[in-house]
C-alpha cells in the first residue's frame, strides 16, 4: 500500500503543497491527487483513492459534513480528518460522521506519514472511533473504552497529554479525545476531578 493514491482536500493551496512534499518524502511511491474543494473532490478525482485526507474546516461544505458525501460515493475509504485546531467536540462529530483518524495540521512531518501509513496497512484502529460510530454511546456513555482506561490509569500518574500521547504511540489531539470521552464518561469537567471520581468508583487501583 506504500503505492496507494492518497486524495488531499484542502481549500490552502500552500498548505496542500507543503503537506505533499511530506507525504511525498515519506511515501516516494504514492500518487497523491491535490483538491481546494469537496466538490472538486467529489466529481472531478479521476479515480477512487486508498485514503482521503480532508480538512475538517472547509468553506461552504466543512470537512465534518463532507465525511457522509465521500463515504457515500467510496464507502470503503477511510478519511483522515486535518485540522489546525484543537476542537475536541469537532473531532467527536467527525468520528460520529465516519472518519478513520484525526491528525493536527502542526504535527510532525514523520507522525503525519505514520498515521495515514498506519490507516493504508489497516492497524490504526482506535476503540474510541468504533464507540463513537454509534451515536448513543456518545451522548450517554455507558462504559470506558480499553484505549480510554488506559489514559486515565496515565492521567492518574499525572502525566500531561503530550507524555500520555507519547507513551502510547498516538497523537496529542487523539489523547485529548480520549480524555474528553473520560470526563463525559464519569460527568465531570476536569482531570483532576475525573481521577478523584474515578478513585471513588473503583475505576482505579
Known amino acids: 500500500m506504500l503505492n ?33 474543494s469537496l466538490n472538486h473532490a ?3 478525482a ?20 463532507g465525511i457522509a458525501l465521500l463515504k457515500r460515493k ?6 483522515l480528518m486535518l485540522s489546525s485546531q484543537d476542537e475536541p467536540e469537532t473531532v467527536h462529530l467527525a468520528m460520529t460522521r465516519g ?23 489497516g492497524e490504526f484502529t482506535e476503540p474510541l472511533v468504533q464507540a463513537l460510530h454509534h451515536e448513543n454511546l456518545v451522548d450517554t456513555p455507558t462504559h470506558l ?11 492518574n500518574t499525572g502525566m500531561s497529554n503530550k507524555l500520555i500521547a507519547k507513551h502510547l504511540s498516538l497523537s496529542e489531539n487523539t489523547v485529548r479525545v ?3 470521552g473520560i470526563l463525559e464518561f464519569l460527568q ?18
Request: charged share 20%; aromatic share 4%; hydrophobic share 50%.
Open 145 to 155: 473504552t480499553p484505549r480510554q482506561c488506559e489514559v486515565l490509569e496515565l492521567l
Open 74 to 79: 467510496w464507502p470503503q475509504v477511510p478519511v
Open 4 to 36: 496507494a493514491k492518497i486524495l488531499l482536500i484542502d481549500d490552502h493551496a500552500m498548505f496542500r503543497t507543503g503537506l505533499r512534499m511530506v507525504l511525498n518524502s515519506g511515501l516516494p511511491d504514492a500518487q497523491i491527487v491535490e483538491a481546494g
Open 99 to 121: 472518519a478513520a483518524g484525526f491528525i493536527s495540521k502542526v504535527d510532525t512531518a514523520d507522525h503525519i506519514v505514520e498515521v495515514v501509513v498506519r490507516i493504508l496497512q
Open 42 to 44: 467529489l466529481h472531478h
Open 46 to 65: 479521476p479515480e477512487m483513492p486508498d485514503i482521503v485526507l480532508l480538512d475538517i474546516k472547509m468553506p461552504g461544505l466543512s470537512g465534518v459534513e
Open 178 to 180: 480520549h480524555v474528553q
Open 188 to 205: 465531570v469537567s476536569g482531570r483532576s476531578e475525573a481521577v478523584f471520581v474515578a478513585r471513588q468508583r473503583g475505576l482505579l487501583g
